[in-house]
């Protein structure tokens, strides 16, 4: 580190080492007694003229500021006898003169055990130390409430309660709307994960009629749901056509009341949860007259016009709901994330403590992977999660090389053809050195809209001469030492002689990961969806104590382009970037403020308004 601190970095230096130490409350009043003890009764010391009034005006602050910027380390050595003038000249309370006094020792201890130190030889730092260990003072995550509700006992069938018949039934559905083909169904398939969701809210539907309305568990089926009604063959249209008129009253009747249970009692006030319940069962209906039909907009059965009607209610709902979860709980600006969130879980990837002590190796590896999450999240615009749930390597490579791949350069290939996943992205490398995330239409939500995309991830370069491939490949080959301390990815070239390898980081080997997945849990098996968000949102909280999910990056992203003036052009690229249009981008992920969005024509009309009154005026 650099000898040449003025006070303002002491006290910088400082206050990141007592967050490092202290929980969140405990850190702010010592960082606080700390500034009031050079501000107010050490700075006059020096010569700075000292604060009038029990609070210091803005004034007074930023002279103060102003000055500490002058005091370098060798001054600073001095600090103990300026204070001792300061009290002299103030004559405070003999209270504060001992914790004024005591704060002051207790920083110039912690800076006199620092390389930086005038005649310290103390050893700087090693390149293989943590910055610091993340801050842990906001707590654990569930108790940062985002909504006054309090929790309520679940109501929909737990895996015992589900019958042998119910079961059967659920998985037909399964295939029915997952397969590659099914008769009868008239629509592509769906991923597994968006079906194995439905089936999840089906049984909580089930659940509330055997506990709210008394439905034995036996009698329980899909029928229960949309009650099927025979109308290609019935032997009479017209009383067929009765009966289904019937059964969509009735689906009608139950959904509205369950929509009303929500609310008044499960205090579920937000439109996209019903909207989510209505999807599933909307899918159910399908199911359920799939052979029925004789149009592909199952216009014929009015179940499906009852739950497309409460769907559009549900979608206006939504143009003028106020979220019910505390957005100022979650929400950071995009400086802010990548200045408080991403670049420390950088730093955290050292195979060594701040006091130089060995981390784990599993330690090292959930800190790599942690951090890549966020730099896929944050480095260029934010997908959703599911495709990093379920991005794979290739773990074959080609019989014989690419005559473009260096002899001692790195290839991750993609797939053949025959030994790809469509359901998956995947991660590739090409022979100039450019990493690539590969996902088909097949792989993600919009994917029949936008089709097949090749996203280049970026190469960010770093102050310290790393850049992100750096650690991407560190990641997933692993790591070996440098002869000064450093780290390189065993996916760089080798050259004997010149490397010294004394111990093997494994990176994503560690956790013996299962299968071609890039992202893994600590056993090696793919995240789902929950324990990902969670794996992702916990590093936020730690460091913020703000309950930041990976969704509302895209709203974070979104809105701060938008908020910046980004032209349509720029707009229109996030848009593609994150997987939809830029109509979809203004209307859902907009997160602007009332006062955000008409701060730009207001200043406009401001500009317009006084140059008609100062019509002779012209601009520098």
């Not at 912690?110 to 943590?130: A, F, H, I, R």
């Not at 780290?487 to 013996?512: M, N, T």
Request: aromatic share 10%; charged share 25%.
């Amino acid at each position: 580190m650099k000898k040449n601190l003025s006070l303002t970095d002491i006290l910088g230096l400082y206050a990141t080492h007592i967050q490092s130490k202290h929980p969140r409350k405990k850190a702010q009043e010592i960082i606080a007694q700390t500034e009031t003890a050079i501000n107010r009764y050490t700075l006059p010391g020096w010569g700075l003229e000292p604060f009038k009034g029990r609070r210091p005006t803005r004034v007074e602050i930023d002279r103060a500021t102003t000055f500490k910027k002058g005091i370098n380390v060798e001054q600073f050595t001095t600090a103990k006898e300026a204070q001792e003038k300061a009290f002299e000249l103030l004559q405070p309370s003999d209270s504060s003169k001992e914790v004024y006094s005591c704060r002051l020792k207790e920083l110039v201890s912690w800076s006199s055990q620092e390389g930086w130190w005038p005649g310290n030889t103390l050893p700087e730092k090693s390149v293989d130390c943590c910055g610091g260990r993340r801050r842990r003072g906001y707590g654990i995550m569930a108790k940062t409430l985002l909504t006054s509700r309090s929790a309520l006992p679940p109501y929909g069938l737990q895996p015992e309660q589900v019958s042998e018949k119910l079961k059967a039934k659920t998985e037909l559905f399964y295939k029915f709307r997952t397969s590659a083909h099914c008769p009868g169904r008239l629509e592509d398939p769906v991923k597994t994960t968006a079906c194995s969701d439905q089936i999840g809210l089906v049984l909580h539907l089930l659940g509330w009629f055997h506990h709210y309305r008394g439905v034995p568990l036996d009698e329980l089926s899909l029928n229960t749901l949309i009650p099927p009604v025979e109308l290609k063959y019935a032997a009479s249209k017209e009383a067929a056509a009765i009966m289904a008129a019937k059964a969509g009253e009735y689906v009608d009747c139950w959904v509205c009341e369950f929509s009303n249970f929500l609310i008044e009692e499960r205090g579920a006030k937000s439109p996209h949860t019903r909207k989510n319940y209505l999807c599933a069962l909307l899918a159910v209906a399908k199911f359920q007259y799939h052979n029925e039909i004789t149009s592909s907009d199952y216009s014929e059965v009015p179940a499906v016009k009852v739950l497309r009607g409460r769907l559009s209610l549900g979608t206006k709902e939504l143009n003028n709901h106020i979220p019910v979860a505390d957005i100022d709980k979650k929400w950071l600006d995009l400086p802010q994330v990548l200045e408080l969130i991403v670049e420390p879980l950088r730093d955290e990837c050292q195979p060594k403590l701040a006091c130089g002590s060995p981390r784990s190796l599993k330690a090292t590896a959930y800190s790599f992977q942690r951090y890549l999450l966020w730099g896929c999240f944050t480095y260029s615009p934010p997908r959703r999660q599911q495709e990093f749930r379920e991005l794979k390597m290739a773990l074959e490579c080609p019989v014989k090389r690419p005559v473009d791949v260096p002899a001692d350069g790195l290839y991750q290939p993609l797939p053949t053809g025959r030994n790809r996943d469509r359901n998956c992205g995947y991660l590739s490398r090409t022979p100039d050195g450019r990493w690539f995330k590969d996902v088909t239409s097949e792989s993600y939500k919009t994917g029949k809209t936008y089709g097949n995309q090749e996203l280049e991830i970026p190469n960010v370069q770093f102050p310290d001469g790393r850049c992100f491939y750096d650690y991407l490949e560190a990641w997933l080959y692993g790591y070996y030492k440098m002869p000064d301390g450093s780290w390189r990815s065993c996916g760089a070239a080798f050259k004997p002689g010149e490397q010294e390898v004394g111990r093997l980081w494994p990176g994503r080997l560690q956790f013996e990961a299962v299968g071609e997945f890039v992202f893994v849990r600590h056993n090696g098996t793919p995240f789902a969806e929950d324990s990902m968000a969670s794996y992702i949102s916990t590093a936020a909280h730690a460091l913020t104590g703000q309950r930041l999910t990976p969704h509302l990056l895209r709203d974070i992203f979104a809105t701060h382009f938008l908020d910046n003036g980004a032209s349509d052009s720029d707009i229109a690229s996030l848009a593609y970037g994150m997987g939809h249009s830029p109509q979809i981008l203004r209307a859902i992920y907009d997160r602007r403020r009332p006062v955000q969005k008409h701060r730009p024509i207001q200043l406009a009309v401001m500009e317009l308004v006084q140059k008609s009154l100062h019509p002779d005026s012209t601009s520098d």
